[in-house]
């Protein structure tokens, strides 16, 4: 008798007893979780590293977005440079569309492990040549591959919620979302202060070096680095996934509960439900397609709006400027996320967190255009405290439909479900930048308008957008369901 049969008594107590499928990574997984005590520092830290690896390319091209457009000297006017930009912007979300579905179905097959290692190296590659682009044509190119070939978010998220104890799961999908969150703040911020480093820091970098004549290519070239750490890494983490039929178990009989014990707990006969028959789920996805598509336009729009000129009612920011005010913004975030996030969820609930959150992002959205209007001290601070505010709205609206999500649905389909919801989001986040730069040069071209003139309508309509969200958690369209392993 091995050791780990010895202790496989001791381990599960009465309630969480099962049988165990000897080789089986997931059942390794479930023995390990029974004998877990205290904080899971060590799988929190590696999910955290794998979602910010995975995450900081996404936006990290917003702050230098509005500049690189211009270099590839396509946009024939001043005003049009935000809507090719936009088409830069939203090649990453639509290629994520295309595929997440795939990736979720694949992860369920064969294991959240390898999709995790393959998409995390698809983004040492594609994020830096992206880095390299010479032209508009390259440089949606390798938006479209990055997007499409790393479709690891879904299967990141159904591995949260099988590495974690049931009482630890809402801290490991706050995990995923602050690290989504700080990825989507961090990433621009290293955008803002490394683009254009021979211009900014010219006595460490020549205009003739590589960073001269690629003077986007620096932010790109140390998310890329931080990625190629992390896919090693991730060699070493464990598979989370059942695997019975390949194995006959190996089980003393006195320790085996009854046939219905063991469908409930990962038994691959049972029939899978029809996730699109599954209302649970698809509410809450419904529901994370529409708070996405306002996130990825916010995130297109505020940089945008920021660099933009005062004569067009932006901020005159310069890329480092909006790397400061997302810097301060990422360290809220991080504060509440890992302090407060799980205590609010708890008292208040997931669903209505993402409620308030939502309400209260209308309001802060509401003062934008008058922002502008500040100048010096006094607009830096106000600044930093409403995008640090809205940013931690944002991720908790998020966190709370991440956790309905995985509530809705068994391991068996945990990675399809969540693929699903990326196909969902992705196609939304593709509309986003698309949308948010046609609208911000729109906006431009209309300063005198009579009724929401210049970016007031662009918050209007950002504003609009988070409404429908809010209203759509409501009964009866969101229904929360109880957790089901």
């Known amino acids: 008798m091995t050791s780990e049969e010895r202790r496989e008594p001791l381990l599960l107590n009465k309630r969480e007893k099962k049988h165990y499928y000897y080789n089986c990574p997931g059942c390794k997984m479930d023995l390990h979780k029974a004998g877990q005590t205290g904080l899971p520092i060590k799988e929190l830290f590696t999910i955290w590293v794998v979602v910010l690896g995975t995450a900081l390319p996404i936006s990290s091209l917003f702050p230098f977005l509005y500049f690189m457009v211009r270099d590839f ?9 935000g809507s090719y930009a936009g088409y830069v912007g939203s090649a990453f979300m639509f ?4 595929t997440s579905a795939i990736w979720g179905v694949v992860a369920d097959r064969y294991g959240r492990k390898p999709i995790i290692i ?49 009482e630890y799961q809402a801290l490991g ?21 490394l683009a254009q480093p021979a211009e900014k ?8 070096s590589l960073f001269g004549r690629f003077p986007y290519f620096l932010p790109c070239l140390c998310i890329s680095v931080f990625a190629l750490v ?8 464990p598979e989370t996934l059942h695997n019975h039929d390949s194995e006959r ?5 006195s320790k085996a509960l009854e046939a219905a014990s063991d469908t409930k707990d990962g038994n691959e006969s049972a029939p899978k439900e029809n996730l699109f028959k599954n209302w649970p789920l698809m509410s809450s996805i419904i529901s994370y397609c529409v708070f996405a598509l306002h996130d990825m336009a916010y995130s297109e729009i505020f940089s945008l709006w920021a660099v933009s000129p005062r004569k067009f009612g932006g901020l005159s920011y310069s890329t480092a400027d909006v790397g400061e005010v997302l810097s301060i913004s990422g360290f809220g975030l991080l504060v509440f996320q890992l302090a407060l996030y799980s205590s609010v969820a708890k008292y208040v609930g997931p669903v209505m967190t993402a409620r308030a959150g939502g309400v209260l992002s209308i309001f802060l959205l509401t003062t934008y255009p008058y922002i502008a209007m500040l100048s010096g001290t006094t607009l830096s601070v106000v600044m930093n405290v409403v995008s640090m505010m809205k ?80 209203l759509l958690t409501f009964k009866p369209f969101l229904v929360e369901t109880q957790n089901i392993n």
Request: positive net charge; aromatic residues 12%; charged residues 15%.
């Open 391 to 470: 940013n931690i709205l944002s991720i908790s609206i998020i966190t709370g439909l991440f956790i309905l999500q995985n509530k809705a649905v068994d391991q068996r389909q945990r990675g399809a479900a969540n693929g699903l919801a990326m196909t969902g989001m992705s196609f939304f986040k593709a509309l986003g930048p698309a949308g948010g730069g046609a609208l911000f040069s729109w906006a431009q071209k209309r300063l005198d308008a009579t009724i929401l003139p210049g970016n007031q309508v662009v918050f209007f309509v950002l504003n609009v957008i988070e409404a429908i969200g809010v």
């Open 118 to 166: 393959f998409g995390t190296s698809i983004v040492v590659v594609f994020n830096t040549l992206f880095g390299l682009s010479t032209n508009f044509w390259m440089a949606v190119v390798t938006r479209f591959l990055l997007g499409s070939l790393n479709g690891l978010l879904g299967p990141i998220k159904a591995y949260a919620a099988e590495i974690f104890r049931e």
């Open 201 to 208: 820091y010219p006595d460490l970098f020549s205009k003739d």
């Open 249 to 253: 178990p190996r089980q003393d009989s």
């Open 73 to 81: 000297h396509i946009a024939k006017r001043e005003e049009d440079i």
């Open 95 to 98: 290629g994520r569309t295309l």
């Open 173 to 193: 999908m706050s995990t995923i979302s602050s690290a989504w969150g700080i990825g989507l703040i961090i990433g621009p911020a290293l955008g803002g202060f």
């Open 230 to 237: 992390v896919a090693v890494g991730s060699f070493w983490i």
